[in-house]
């Protein structure tokens, strides 16, 4: 079996309790759990136009056999998303302006605002147990719909299968983008090689020759995975490595990021949220989620008051980041609730050569590539069963795990982190305001101001020239 998205979902659940007639199985971006990191939510925030755009279409009901292929186009009226995302208001409104009741399952998604027994019932990853035939999940680092799902069903089989033949294939891919592309570049950032046809030919044909035909010698590495930053394919006995060093970067004051404790770790940061003029998550017009966004230039952001910009020094020697991100904040609010995005950003030199012309033609010098970008709902900080308000002005931590990431920040880059509280369209809008965001009204949209505190860090694994 195999398959890539909702496909990769049927592949991996296919595992479970297998026929023994089933020999290999290769989920390929499979949804994993549609509530903490795949495709419609993240960490309780919703991903309004993948979501909306998704069921706009494929939720449709089909009561007879229909030539109508799924997925029909809606009608915005506009190329632009965040016009139109922003006029549409309130979720609330989805359904009284856009949809009239003829999309059921967006009406049931809006009934669940928080992890129950709904979502719950859905996640794969408590079943992936004893599975007995070979597993080789594949994933892309900037896979926009199922990060989590590839990452997360390898991990789940590695602890709850240790028997089984489980190993992960990763590359700097969009969502399905090892199947349908080239792999040498996505947006304006190159990848230097046709990682997709090196996937391909030499770990895709091998795995499935050597246990469906009985072809070959199979030698593939527990995790094949890419290292975006240095461009080169890395092998591993362990993922994330075993020998990565857990290392704090904090975000100190007048803009710094260090590997240092900060002197004053009670001073703060400030910015005003506004979810009437929210932070844009592209720099160009689109109606729904890009792919291309996950490694876009995030100039455009660091530029606007309400996002906080912290970065390093120029690297004296390059830096490699291979697993989870954990974002550790303290912060405070003026409002009872609010979402906190971080992301982490690879700053070139101002000297950085540019894209060749048959490229995108892109300057490259000062470009700001998002490596790995995560929100999470402040409301959410203790469980995503059980939501609890912010309390006005009162420090709060709110820590949680971003997907991995494995990328090289080559010397002479730096290393930023952007904190924001709106990340417009691509994540829903917050009110600032402690209610069912699904059924708020537009009243209850309101200002806050936002206070991060220098203890905030943002936890990675390094890896030693020596372990690389």
Do not use: C
């Not at 007639?21 to 309004?48: E, M, R, V, Y």
């Not at 590839?150 to 089989?157: D, E, Q, R, V």
């Not at 996950?294 to 697993?323: C, I, K, N, W």
């Amino acid at each position: 079996m195999w398959g890539i998205s909702y496909p990769g979902f049927y592949a991996a659940v296919g595992t479970i309790d297998a026929h023994p007639a089933l020999k290999a199985a290769s989920p390929q971006a499979p949804i994993a759990d549609w509530f903490i990191g795949d495709d419609f939510h993240h960490n309780g925030t919703l991903f309004l136009p993948h979501a909306f755009n998704f069921f706009s279409g494929f939720g449709r009901a089909r009561p007879k056999p229909t030539s109508v292929p799924a997925g029909e186009r809606f009608n915005h009226g506009t190329p632009d998303g965040y016009k139109f995302f922003l006029e549409m208001g309130s979720l609330a409104n989805g359904d009284k302006k856009h949809f009239h009741g003829s999309i059921a399952y967006w009406n049931e998604m809006m009934e669940h605002p928080n992890y129950d027994s709904y979502w719950q019932a859905r996640n794969t990853l408590p079943h992936l147990r004893n599975i007995k035939p070979a597993v080789m999940t594949v994933g892309g680092w900037f896979d926009a719909e199922d990060l989590f799902g590839a990452l997360n069903t390898y991990k789940y089989i590695e602890k709850q299968s240790p028997g089984a033949y489980n190993i992960l294939v990763m590359g700097p891919w969009f969502h399905g983008g090892w199947s349908r592309s080239d792999g040498d570049q996505l947006g304006d950032v190159r990848f230097g090689s046709k990682t997709g046809a090196f996937y391909r030919e030499n770990i895709e044909l091998p795995f499935f020759n050597y246990y469906l035909k009985d072809s070959g010698t199979l030698k593939l590495p527990e995790a094949y995975v890419f290292e975006t930053g240095s461009n080169k394919w890395k092998t591993y006995e362990q993922w994330p490595p075993v020998n990565a060093e857990i290392k704090s970067l904090y975000f100190d004051s007048q803009g710094k990021l260090s590997f240092t404790t900060p002197l004053d770790p009670k001073g703060f940061d400030e910015y005003v949220s506004d979810p009437s003029k929210p932070v844009p998550f592209i720099n160009n017009i689109a109606i729904g989620m890009t792919r291309e966004y996950m490694v876009d230039d995030q100039r455009f952001t660091s530029r606007r008051p309400d996002v906080l910009v912290y970065q390093t020094a120029p690297l004296a020697e390059e830096l490699t980041v291979a697993g989870p991100l954990t974002a550790s904040l303290f912060v405070s609010t003026t409002g009872t609730d609010s979402d906190f995005m971080v992301k982490l950003i690879d700053v070139y030199p101002d000297d950085a050569p540019d894209n060749q012309p048959n490229s995108t033609g892109m300057k490259m010098g000062g470009y700001q590539m998002l490596v790995r970008g995560e929100p999470m709902r402040a409301r959410f900080r203790n469980s995503f069963e059980r939501p609890e308000a912010m309390v006005p002005n009162k420090i709060e931590k709110i820590e949680y795990v971003m997907p991995d990431v494995n990328h090289t920040f080559p010397r002479g880059h730096r290393v930023m982190v952007q904190v924001q509280s709106t990340w417009f369209p691509l994540v829903d809008r917050n009110p600032q305001k402690f209610v069912d965001i699904y059924k708020a009204k537009d009243s209850d949209f309101q200002k806050a101001t936002q206070h991060v505190y220098h203890s905030s860090r943002l936890v990675l694994n390094v890896l030693s020239k020596v372990s690389q």
